[in-house]
């Protein structure tokens, strides 16, 4: 692929703002666009070629799917702060490094994980509540993800490391392709041959090795400012990638685990029905979040690199784009749900009776509503990351993930599952509560901060 190669510092030091984010933000928007295109597809073909059991199983089982997942992220994510923060201050050698260890302990780490998943699969769905065909169908599922797990974990790691390095573009290819041949490879194996609940999963793990050997090419090849090296490993290290990780993976896990419960809830108050409509309005949110992710994690780079370098008045320039982008975005989405909120439930099951239409229908406009704040909880964290305020943003992902909605399930159950519904309405709004507070301490810390630079 032959690809201009950019300079980090040139690009995210002196590129006018403006510019900056059409190079990096809209590419990353795109290419993550594609990607949850691809999850979307997932619940589509599902539900249309192999039924309503199946559509269920894979909301039972995408949770521990997304754990799977998350810890890519946290390694990748934890690194890619540091290493942008390094090549901000001239560090190469400590960037070279700290990228060459995080490659091995996400294969690692990926390996022990997987591992892990496929023996304790059946336990899990057991003690889920889940009996017969939708137990069997969500291990098979689950199982066939934690089989490829040590590529699919480094996956998400590199999509960090491409951004870092300039290679925008090629970070797109690479979403893109994986979002692309995974619909197409799952809709040849449950549309034209009839396969099962497994071979979706196959179809977007095999779309993962594809994508990884283009996002790996470069690196191998030496072409980048980030190289491969002999690798030092140092426990401070560890703990800095873990550190700035830790918010971002929190975010995940512990909104995996809100979902396992709710789950548990659904299952208890409405069966089967009432987890496929949860599951309707987690595909919605699976096509959301990650276009803003795209968009706020494409500049994070740029973001580490000037707040390494003490350029506070380009930090503000950037978040102002990424705060206003994500304003539009998601508000324009929430438009588009709640103009035709029927025809994203029958996207995924067709043949869905009137009377749980009705009940989808009214879950998703009130689902939707929560969206309306969700963005900025979302930006705020994502900022936070950036410049390595690990703590504020683990506040706010913990808070947003676990600590509201949890205990909101039990008070909002009196409801029945209206309650259940309202649940990310009230989150929403404690959660955007939370990050108004944690950014004016932040600006407060920023004047004292620049005032003490000009003494």
């Known amino acids: 692929m032959a690809e201009s190669t950019t300079d980090p510092k040139e690009l995210f030091g002196t590129t006018p703002v403006a510019r900056l984010f059409v190079h990096a933000a809209l590419p990353g928007a795109v290419g993550m666009l594609v990607s949850s295109l691809y999850d979307v597809m997932d619940g589509i073909l599902v539900g249309n070629f192999i039924g309503e059991t199946a559509f269920a199983a894979i909301n039972l089982a995408m949770p521990f799917v997304i754990v799977l997942f998350a810890f890519g992220d946290l390694i990748g994510v934890g690194s890619a702060v540091p290493i942008s923060i390094a090549l901000g201050e001239n560090r190469d050698d400590d960037a070279n490094s700290l990228f060459t260890c995080s490659c091995l ?140 990780g830790l918010s971002t993976f929190l975010d995940n896990v512990a909104g995996r685990i809100t979902s396992i419960v709710m789950n548990t809830a659904l299952l208890a108050m409405g069966g089967e029905n009432a987890v496929s409509i949860y599951g309707c309005a987690m595909f919605a949110e699976g096509f959301i979040i990650p276009l803003l992710y795209g968009i706020l994690d494409a500049l994070q780079p740029a973001v580490g690199y000037n707040w390494g370098a003490r350029d506070y008045q380009r930090v503000k320039k950037l978040e102002l784009l990424c705060f206003g982008s994500a304003a539009c975005l998601s508000v324009f989405l929430v438009i588009l749900i709640n103009a035709a909120p029927g025809f994203v ?111």
């Open 345 to 455: 439930v029958r996207l995924f099951l067709p043949q869905a009776e009137e009377a749980f239409m009705t009940e989808a229908v009214f879950a998703l406009r009130i689902f939707s509503l929560g969206l309306l704040l969700r963005w900025f909880c979302f930006a705020t964290q994502m900022f936070l990351v950036s410049i390595g305020d690990s703590v504020s943003a683990t506040l706010i992902a913990v808070c947003s993930a676990i600590a509201f909605p949890l205990p909101l399930i039990w008070l909002l159950s009196p409801l029945g599952l209206t309650g259940l519904w309202f649940n990310s309405v009230v989150n929403a709004v404690l959660t955007a509560a939370l990050s108004v507070v944690l950014l004016l301490r932040l600006r407060g810390k920023v004047r004292v901060m620049s005032a003490q630079e000009q003494l």
């Open 105 to 244: 302990a996400n294969i690692a780490l990926g390996t022990f994980l997987g591992l892990l998943l496929w023996l304790l699969a059946p336990t899990i769905f057991g003690l889920l509540g889940a009996t017969g065909e939708l137990a069997q169908s969500a291990t098979l599922y689950l199982r066939v993800y934690a089989a490829f797990a040590p590529i699919s974990t480094i996956a998400y790691a590199f999509d960090n490391y491409l951004r870092i390095s300039g290679r925008i573009r090629r970070s797109l290819v690479a979403n893109t392709f994986l979002g692309v041949f995974g619909a197409v490879l799952e809709f040849i194996f449950l549309g034209i041959f009839g396969m099962n609940i497994g071979a979706a999963a196959l179809a977007y793990s095999l779309a993962i090795i594809f994508s990884v050997g283009i996002a790996v090419w470069p690196f191998f090849r030496g072409e980048l400012q980030l190289k491969f090296v002999r690798p030092h490993f140092s426990l401070a290290e560890a703990w800095e990638v873990f550190r700035c």
